[in-house]
């Protein structure tokens, strides 16, 4: 920004907080249209967000309202005055989380077992969102208090979250371009060979409504896979998304008829490997949620521009799962 560049943000009530913004535009820009302007200028914001402004009158050109798509000449002063309200009727709840990173911009937390990630109808409060609100007021002002992907509710390890507007921006763009690595170890059923790529679309389940499926409507969704270790019936696998569909990889999974361990939504009929000990059935029907965990991440910081990434350790009951098929291998 230039040196008549300013901006604040000023405190309205505990629900909404002022915006106000102004920059000029270069006269590099000159017919440009004007929410590619705006875009350009305030980065904060998603060009969505700034074509509503605009429509609205809260982001104004030299004082007067105009389109979105009308062209700029050049040295006009563009000047934003808005509330952000915060975005639902969220409560902010003492709850801990396992945060592994954060800065002004970005924290990274490690999500435990069942813990649902947004509230939603039968779960309205004790998610990660309530606790985000309670450990970053400043969030309620953010798209989704900053969660930008989820992991399922049984689903643990590492999630990214946005401290700004700018950094949510920059993050969703990332997403999007399908420039974060996320890569995940479960555990399947059944032995893989090699590695490969699951390329099926997703959408929801015609006649099951709380699953996801593999339809010909649905949206693109490609899971990489490769081997780690094979185990009798069963194998401990790594996988990278390179969409980030829900239930992607349960899914994908699923389809190639390697369900994870503990899936009970996608595993089917519980399925007994011949020779497998009445010990070790029993720990699999006891296993309580899908063999399944978000262990590294890496993205590019959305104010350094560097890139940064977060590796963690396999949960205690994932680590006694592999443990068990270690045993059990060495029994037959």
Known sequence: MNSQDSQTLEPADEMATQIKRDSQVPTDDCGRRLDQVAS?????????????????????????????????????????????????EWVAEDIPLNIVYEDEHILVIDKTANFVVHPAAGNYSGTVLNALLFHCPSLSHVPRAGIVHRLDKDTTGLM????????????????????VKRVYQA??????????????????????????????????????????????????????????RTHQIRVHMAHLNHPLVGDSL???????????????????????????????????????????????????????????LSDEQSRL
């Open 187 to 244: 555990v399947a059923n059944g032995l893989l060979t090699g590695s490969g790529v699951v390329d099926q679309p997703i959408g929801r389940h015609p006649r099951q409504r709380i699953k996801m499926a593999v339809v010909s409507d649905g949206k693109e969704a490609r899971t990489h896979y490769s081997v780690l270790q094979r185990f009798h019936g069963h194998s401990h696998i790594k996988l990278q998304l390179e969409t980030g």
């Open 40 to 88: 350009q200028l305030f980065p904060e914001f998603s060009r969505s967000r700034l074509q509503q402004w605009i429509k609205q009158g809260l982001l104004t050109v030299d004082g007067s309202q105009w389109q979105p798509k009308q062209k700029v000449l050049g040295g006009e002063q563009l000047i934003i005055q808005a509330t952000m309200v915060a975005e639902g």
């Open 266 to 324: 996608y595993a089917g009929r519980f399925k007994i490997q011949k020779g497998t000990s009445a010990e070790f059935i029993d720990f699999l029907r006891n296993f309580e949620r899908q063999a399944l965990h978000a262990a590294e991440l890496a993205l590019i910081h959305p104010h350094t521009g560097e890139e940064v990434s977060w590796s963690s350790p396999l949960p205690a009951d994932f680590e006694a799962l592999l443990a068990r």
């Open 160 to 179: 990214v979250v946005a401290k700004t507007l700018e950094a949510h921006t920059h993050l969703v763009a990332q997403l999007q371009a399908r420039s």
